[in-house]
């Protein structure tokens, strides 16, 4: 969510920018306009000096709203990257999740039937342990 609002940020700086290189784009018109329609020869060298400070600044606004966008694109290239990664590993979580709870449940099972034969074994080892060491099989087996 913030990346959306940083890129939101970075496209209205870009706009911002560009507004402002469109503005000195004019003032570089009405500058070179001022400059023809005048015929003073002393402020000739100045006008020319300032069409060059603005035109150099209108270039470098251009080269850096390119450079901006270029970022733009590039981190949302990368979001989208991410984002696919992000839902691969839910999915494998989610795969995961539903295996670990196929295993539980096979343990559970095996726990009960093993309860359940445990049970059933009780008591045929009760009988088995009560006819050996009952007092009259002890009493039987010293008479004998």
């Known amino acids: 969510m913030q990346t959306s ?13 560009q507004n402002h290189i469109s503005s000195l784009s004019d003032e570089v018109e009405d500058a070179k306009d001022a400059l023809f329609s005048e015929i003073e020869h002393q402020s000739f060298s100045m006008e020319c000096e300032m069409i060059l400070k603005i035109q150099t600044q209108v270039k470098i606004g251009k080269r850096k709203c390119k450079q901006l966008s270029k970022r733009i694109e ?15 590993m839910n ?27 445990r049970n059933r074994a009780a008591p045929l080892q009760l009988s088995d342990s009560c006819s ?10 010293s008479n004998v």
């Open 74 to 88: 590039e981190c949302e290239m990368q979001q989208s990257i991410m984002r696919k990664q992000l839902n691969e």
């Open 91 to 117: 999915s494998r979580i989610e795969e995961n999740e539903k295996y670990k709870i196929g295993l539980l449940q096979r343990k559970a099972e095996a726990e009960r039937i093993t309860v359940c034969w």
């Open 132 to 141: 050996v060491s009952s007092p009259l099989n002890v009493h039987h087996q």
């Open 5 to 17: 609002s940083r890129f939101t940020e970075e496209k209205e700086l870009i706009e911002l920018l």
